[in-house]
């Protein structure tokens, strides 16, 4: 079983800055692929960035030019730092690691942090 554990949401002004943090319980970064997922009040669950074991990054149109996904092997930790807030960036960021083993989907979710964008 793998745990994920999301760190550093919180509130700030629009056009601020904020970085994210999720914690891996084991060494998972070889093998699987990790996303960042947001989901706002009333909205659905939606695509940030992912990030593939190898280091291919993808992100959402809307946010590429303000958010970087990374990931740091030795710490098992998976980053978003996300620049240029806009109160639409209000919602619950949630990590994601995902594999594909003999052609099952393996799919395990943190429980979520807070971004709230507002003066």
């Known amino acids: 079983q793998v745990q994920l554990v999301e760190s550093g949401g919180g509130l700030v002004q629009p056009g601020g800055s904020l970085r994210l943090s999720c914690a891996a319980s084991?060494?998972?970064?070889?093998?699987?692929?990790m996303g960042w997922y947001r989901q706002a009040p009333g909205n659905q669950r939606e695509l940030v960035a992912t990030?593939?074991?190898?280091?291919?990054?993808n992100y959402a149109d809307s946010m590429k030019d303000r958010f970087t996904i990374s990931r740091d092997y030795a710490k098992n930790t998976l980053y978003l730092q996300m620049n240029s807030l806009k109160p639409d960036d209000t919602a619950v960021y949630y990590c994601?690691?995902?594999?594909?083993?003999?052609?099952?989907?393996?799919?395990?979710w943190g429980q979520g942090t807070q971004v709230t964008v507002s003066s």
């Open positions: 994601k690691a995902t594999r594909t083993i003999n052609r099952i989907n393996y799919n395990y």
């Open positions: 084991r060494s998972i970064f070889s093998a699987y692929d």
């Open positions: 990030i593939t074991s190898s280091g291919s990054t």
